[in-house]
């Protein structure tokens, strides 16, 4: 079970936040029961796809400032 949220969309790139709930073991670990992972998108011949290795440095650049760190 997962939640769509609001998509923002910039020319031709669209970020989507979809939230999961965090496995039960994971989530007494971390305190929390969900996750949420912005999905990159790109437009292309019409039609919106999801861009795997854009959305993978979306989620370490969200992780390294949820530690503190400078995004790269």
Not at 18 to 38: C, N, S, Y
Not at 39 to 57: I, N, P, Q, S
């Amino acid at each position: 079970e997962y939640t769509i949220g609001k998509s923002t969309i910039e020319g031709d790139t669209a970020r989507v936040p979809v939230t999961f709930p965090v496995p039960e073991r994971l989530a007494q670990r971390r305190g929390r029961r969900e996750m949420t992972i912005t999905y990159v998108l790109h437009k292309e011949a019409g039609g919106w796809k999801v861009d795997l290795e854009d959305t993978m440095r979306a989620l370490l650049d969200g992780l390294l400032e949820g530690m503190g760190a400078p995004s790269p």
